[in-house]
């Protein structure tokens, strides 16, 4: 290790799965679910409006760990392993001198351990390929370095925590990267529920439902207050990781960053929890803390976990890689640029081939439906899905598509998404317009078109 690695601050993702945005205090849940979240956000950097480029755990996951779209590496559904020659940031780091560590769930290999090359530059490994089915709530099971099967004590998000804490305190007196990747609050499979500690689904249930939920069809109903139960034990294991790094004296010199790989629409958008353009699926909790971030305040430009990868390294001082495809937020901290993309894109597999944009104040849908969402990962056609009004209707429950009205407001979102897959390595596809519908009083002013 040299003198410069021995510098650097240590870096920690606390990445959760399919977490709703709206479950955090920050963003106005009542129920206190998230106080050391929240307390995370208003002292170091929240990013308001950050969003998955993928809504569905494989290929989001495939994008934190490479800074590439879905489609640009192949990982464009579940059950595609990262191909070789693309580098993720477990490999960049430990290139770099740090100690590398991933804990929790991977889903990005095809076989169960997950051997060695495909553990892809993380030499601590304490991980299953797809944690949902190789554990239960109160039976963490996961692999070792030596592909050891270990059974962890204790509720998994607890289990996970203290492996976490135990790792950084084994590294402490070097420069480490640790993801830490817990399964909860998704559901567990097997049983379609989600169980949240002994006494905690009681505590919430039937207590606070957001209104997109409130006011559609789906499980909420069932599923809310176990939801709500293992978001608050999520938050609790991140106030004692924030505790450890305290007690330890790293807290100064480590960047700590939360996020989720996707949020849950509680099968409102489709037949289950994710795969949509919607908020609901695509929006998530995103906030910074340690140097760089200390102080940062809100960021309101729009953020998509496609520049995570690129932030961590910057931010640790080391060079962004080329095959990158988002941006380090690091000049929004510091309030340095001027040329932030004034959208985000989103890609939507296994559900539908499709494809969003969404902006300050719009989100606009296509969808391929000629191809098959499993088997195809583009198109070439298109047909309009979705327009919201996000000023109008923050819970998207009227689709604009097709009127007349906001005809040429669709034709500029269609432009923006166009041009944005094209950037990324995409043919530019044909988007067939939705079918005409008369506007009623409905209308859109000139200045409001491009907002």
């Known amino acids: 290790m040299t003198r410069e690695t021995a510098d650097r601050p240590s870096v920690i993702v606390f990445f959760t799965d399919q977490q709703r945005w709206d479950t955090t205090g920050v963003h106005g849940n009542p129920l206190e ?34 800074g ?45 351990p997950v051997p060695e090359p495909k553990r ?38 607890d289990a996970l925590a203290d492996a ?10 070097r420069p480490f990267f640790l993801f830490l990747s817990f399964l909860e609050p998704h559901f567990q499979n097997h049983r379609d529920d989600y169980p949240a500690p002994t006494g905690y689904e009681e505590r919430y249930r039937s207590r606070w439902t957001p209104p997109d939920l409130a006011a559609l069809v789906g499980s909420s109903h069932q599923h809310l207050g176990g939801y709500y139960g293992m978001v608050k034990r999520l938050d609790e294991a991140l106030g004692r990781l924030q505790d450890a790094l305290l007690s330890l004296g790293l807290h100064r010199n480590t960047i700590l960053a939360f996020t989720s790989d996707h949020g849950c629409h509680f099968k409102t958008g489709n037949a289950e929890y994710k795969r949509s353009c919607h908020e609901s699926s695509a929006r998530v909790p995103l906030a910074f803390q340690g140097p760089g971030f200390d102080s940062g305040g809100r960021i309101r430009e729009l953020v998509s976990l496609i520049d995570l990868p690129p932030t961590l390294l910057d931010a640790a001082g080391l060079p962004i890689l080329d095959q990158m495809q988002g941006r380090s937020i690091l000049p929004l901290v510091r309030r340095e640029t001027k040329d932030w993309p004034e959208e985000v894109l989103i890609q939507i597999s296994e ?15 296509v969808t391929a439906p000629d191809k098959d969402p499993n088997r195809d990962a583009g198109s070439e056609r298109y047909v309009e899905e ?38 990324i390595g995409e043919a530019a596809p044909v988007i067939e317009p939705a079918p005409p519908r008369p506007a009623g009083q409905r209308r859109v002013f000139p200045a409001e078109v491009h907002a």
């Not at 001198?97 to 095809?110: E, F, P, Q, V």
């Not at 976490?164 to 007196?173: G, L």
């Not at 009227?398 to 998404?417: C, F, I, P, Q, Y």
Request: proline share 4%; aromatic share 12%; glycine share 8%.
């Open 33 to 66: 679910l998230t106080p050391n979240f929240d307390r995370m956000a208003q002292e170091g950097t929240h990013v308001y409006g950050a969003f998955t480029p993928q809504p569905v755990c494989g290929p989001a996951r495939s994008c934190l760990q490479t």
């Open 351 to 365: 559900s539908q081939v499709g494809r969003a944009v969404r902006t300050q104040r719009w989100k606009y849908g």
């Open 120 to 157: 892809r530059g993380y030499d601590h490994w304490l991980a299953s390929n797809l944690l949902e089915f190789t554990s239960d709530a109160y039976d963490a099971t996961v692999y070792d370095t030596d592909n050891q099967k270990v059974r962890l004590p204790g509720y998994r998000v």
């Open 386 to 423: 979705f327009l919201y009004d996000l000023q109008a209707d923050p819970y998207e429950l009227v689709n604009l598509v097709g009127l007349e009205s906001h005809r040429e407001t669709a034709d500029v979102l269609k432009a923006r998404l166009i041009r944005r897959m094209v950037a």
């Open 164 to 173: 976490a804490i135990r790792f950084i305190d084994h590294n402490r007196e």
């Open 68 to 112: 590439m779209y879905a489609t640009t590496t192949g990982c464009f559904r579940n059950g595609i392993p990262l191909p070789d020659g693309v580098t993720t940031i477990g490999e960049e780091f430990r290139s770099a001198g740090y100690s590398t560590g991933y804990i929790g769930k991977w889903h990005l290999a095809d076989e169960e």
